[in-house]
């Protein structure tokens, strides 16, 4: 592919002169005697360097050069000035000019300059198009990994719900609660202002609360009458075996934590560490009720589900023992329809 050259002089001799030393050694030459005629053309013919005389009827060749340099950063320009006016050859480069020539000149600089021009050019178009390619990988990959962490993450999620919905079939519980009480828990923590990573472990941490049931046996677990003293220690362990569980695999180190103290009380009488008030993570604070709250208003086997007043009534009678008061406080003031929604099934009266 041969090169484009655009000769801008108002004398036709220098236009002559030149292109036919250049096209000898085959570069395509055009010619434009003044600048509105060079603009013309470089709208029609994609030119590699242009060649400029300064002094010209109409617009100059500072002009030129100014306006093209706005244009198309790249293209490469030589101009051509009087020997006399070297002040105007200094500001053209400090525009952008890539050199100027003094005349007369010689014909063989000319063509040596014209060389050197377009094949620093084409080194830097190439640079160029290097970079826009590399940038373009760059990105292409970025979403390719961003797009596998997306499927791995519901690929976990999808896992995790299959776990968690096996563990409430063995409960024999109806419908879900571990979804249930999972979206109590964020709808009450997004009251609270969690937000983000920590909203979402608060949601995995409610999902998989009893997870440390799987160890407890069908004959404990599933027991129609009381427990007895025995059975009664081995149920108590099932948040320190749930924390055992997950504490090690690190995206559900979070949601361990709130794991190990859902069963704690905020007068300190809970289980297991008898932690007190503020010493219980708010996020196993915010599930302690929630889960009262699904646990009152499910049917049980041996018991039917509570109306929604009276489950109300129950929580506000253990703020302060079993429940963090500013919690049960925010908890009385959410309309019941409000919770309606967030569990996806109606109360009864
Ligand atoms: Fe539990
Ligand atoms: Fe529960």
């Not at 879900?176 to 923590?189: D, I």
């Not at 039917?304 to 079993?322: N, V, W």
Request: glycine residues 6%; contains cysteine; hydrophobic residues 40%.
């Amino acid at each position: 592919m041969s090169n484009h050259i655009l000769i801008v002089d108002d004398e036709e001799m220098i236009r002559e002169l030149l292109s036919s030393a250049l096209e000898q050694e085959a570069y395509q030459c055009h010619g434009a005697s003044n600048v509105d005629e060079a603009f013309a053309l470089l709208g029609e013919i994609p030119v590699d360097l242009v060649i400029s005389d300064i002094m010209m009827p109409g617009r100059s060749g500072v002009d030129l050069l100014r306006d093209l340099k706005r244009i198309d950063q790249d293209i490469a320009v030589l101009m051509i000035t009087g020997l006399s006016d070297m002040t105007t050859a200094l500001e053209c480069v400090h525009l952008g000019a890539d050199d100027y020539i003094t005349k007369p000149f010689g014909i063989n600089r000319v063509i040596l300059t014209v060389k050197n021009l377009i094949e620093r050019r084409s080194l830097t178009l190439e640079k160029k198009q290097y970079q826009t390619s590399l940038e373009f990988k760059v990105m292409e990959q970025t979403a390719q990994i961003r797009k596998t962490m997306n499927e791995l993450s519901h690929a976990y999620d999808s896992t995790l719900t299959a776990l968690v919905k096996a563990l409430d079939a063995r409960e024999k519980e109806v419908g879900s609660h571990s979804e249930r009480v999972m979206n109590y828990t964020v709808f009450l923590g997004e009251k609270i202002g969690i937000t983000g990573k920590e909203l979402q472990e608060l949601a995995k941490g409610a999902l998989l609360h009893d997870i440390g049931k799987i160890g407890i046996s069908d004959n404990i677990l599933l027991k129609p009458g009381p427990l007895d003293e025995q059975e009664w220690l081995d149920m108590r362990c099932h948040p320190q075996v749930g924390y055992a569980i997950l504490s090690d695999i690190e995206f559900l180190k979070g949601p361990a934590e709130m794991i190990l103290s859902h069963h704690e009380r905020f007068d300190g009488s809970g289980y297991p560490k008898g932690l007190k008030d503020e010493q219980i993570p708010i996020s196993s604070r915010i599930f302690a009720l929630v889960d009262t709250l699904d646990a009152m208003t499910s049917n049980r086997p041996y018991r039917k589900a509570l109306p929604f007043a009276q489950m109300t009534e129950e929580i506000i009678k253990c703020r302060g023992s079993q429940f963090d008061p500013d919690i049960t406080d925010l908890f009385a003031s959410i309309p019941r329809r409000q919770w309606e929604e967030c569990s996806g099934k109606r109360f009864i009266d």
